[in-house]
């Protein structure tokens, strides 16, 4: 999938989010080293804090459906907002060299980083050395 079409699908999925608590809306699409994408978009729920961002429900049914490797993620919010540190840190766990894409809800996109926005990750490597 080019990227022109999974932005428009990042965007598209943000019309699926079910956020009637915070009212911010987010869609995320997952691109995989197969070319496979996986889409997201988060889920909030009456007792506030079970709710779910949109790019873990992406990568969370990519590893379920197989899927290890990933290229970019397109991330589509209201203003552009960047994956929150929790996202950021699972994203981590999978993909160190990951691609973002930051798109807002007038088509603006904004280029980043895994690297750039969570330096020095955690990550399995920290616990190899005490098992
Ligand atoms: N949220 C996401 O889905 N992804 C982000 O990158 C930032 C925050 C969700 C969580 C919650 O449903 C709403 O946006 C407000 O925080």
Same mark, same amino acid.
């Given at each position: 999938?080019?990227?022109?079409?999974?932005?428009?699908?990042?965007?598209?999925?943000?019309?699926?989010?079910?956020?009637?608590?915070?009212?911010?809306?987010?869609?995320?699409?997952?691109?995989?080293?197969?070319?496979?994408?996986?889409?997201?978009?988060?889920? #909030? =729920?009456?007792?506030? @804090?079970? &709710?779910? !961002?949109?790019?873990?429900?992406?990568? %969370?049914? *990519?590893?379920?459906?197989?899927?290890?490797?990933?290229?970019?993620?397109?991330?589509?919010? #209201? =203003?552009?907002?960047? @994956?929150? &540190?929790? !996202?950021?840190?699972?994203?981590?766990? %999978?993909? *160190?060299?990951?691609?973002?894409?930051?798109?807002?809800?007038?088509?603006?996109?904004?280029?980043?980083?895994?690297?750039?926005?969570?330096?020095?990750?955690?990550?399995?490597?920290?616990?190899?050395?005490?098992?």
């Amino acid at each position: 999938m080019d990227e022109t079409a999974l932005i428009a699908l990042a965007l598209q999925m943000r019309e699926r989010a079910y956020a009637p608590y915070s009212g911010y809306r987010v869609g995320a699409a997952l691109l995989s080293a197969s070319g496979r994408v996986f889409t997201g978009c988060n889920v #909030e =729920n009456a007792v506030y @804090p079970l &709710g779910l !961002c949109a790019e873990r429900v992406a990568v %969370f049914k *990519a590893i379920s459906e197989g899927e290890r490797t990933f290229i970019t993620i397109v991330v589509a919010t #209201e =203003n552009g907002g960047t @994956p929150c &540190g929790a !996202c950021r840190q699972v994203l981590s766990e %999978f993909a *160190a060299d990951l691609r973002i894409l930051l798109v807002d809800a007038r088509g603006q996109v904004r280029e980043t980083s895994l690297r750039a926005l969570l330096p020095e990750p955690f990550g399995p490597q920290d616990l190899r050395s005490v098992r």
